[in-house]
């Protein structure tokens, strides 16, 4: 995980990856992050890829381009 952004009590949790591909490995993190963290309402794996797909309950892949603008 690379970003946590805070908002009063709850978080956002993003990891970064230049790759259009990823894998249940890429996303360890931010699963682990979400079951330890309630507070954190949502976590995006930020990608290079040209899709936005809901992977499961509070975990997007985002394209960085989406997410930086």
Do not use: N, Y
């Not at 699963?31 to 975990?59: Q, S």
């Amino acid at each position: 995980m690379d970003f946590v952004v805070e908002a009063g009590r709850e978080c956002l949790a993003i990891e970064v990856k230049s790759a259009s591909r990823w894998d249940q490995r890429d996303t360890a993190g931010l699963r682990a992050f979400l079951e330890r963290t309630p507070r954190c309402k949502a976590a995006i794996l930020a990608h290079g890829g040209a899709e936005a797909v809901r992977l499961e309950d509070r975990l997007w892949a985002i394209p960085l381009g989406t997410v930086l603008s």
